[in-house]
């Protein structure tokens, strides 16, 4: 099993920044991916950005230039660093683990992030 521990959400005001912390414990196996997802109220989970043990990324056209993702495997933790935060991005932040070589998926108990305009 595998836990998945997310802080740092919150409120900001537009233009402002917010780092997420995903912190994973439990039977983590390496390499892997771990990313962050967000969801609106009734709508699907979309994409933020992903991040491979060896440090290659993606990200969703949305938050390129103003998110960055990065990893420490030592302490098997991944940040969602956050700037010139909109309105828009105002929805809850899920953290994912995905067990290597398998279809296994973890996903963290979400945080909520709030841009007031």
């Known amino acids: 099993q595998v836990q998945l521990v997310e802080s740092g959400g919150g409120l900001v005001q537009a233009g402002g920044s917010l780092v997420l912390s995903c912190a994973a414990s439990?039977?983590?196996?390496?390499?892997?991916?771990m990313g962050w997802y967000r969801q609106a109220p009734g709508k699907q989970r979309d994409l933020v950005a992903t991040?491979?043990?060896?440090?290659?990324?993606n990200y969703a056209d949305s938050v390129k230039g103003r998110f960055t993702i990065s990893r420490d495997n030592a302490k098997n933790t991944v940040y969602l660093q956050m700037n010139s935060l909109k309105p828009e991005d105002t929805v809850v932040y899920y953290c994912?683990?995905?067990?290597?070589?398998?279809?296994?998926?973890?996903w963290g108990q979400g945080t909520q992030v709030t841009v007031s305009s």
């Open positions: 991040i491979s043990s060896g440090g290659n990324t």
């Open positions: 994912k683990y995905k067990r290597p070589l398998t279809s296994y998926e973890y």
């Open positions: 439990g039977s983590i196996f390496r390499p892997n991916d």
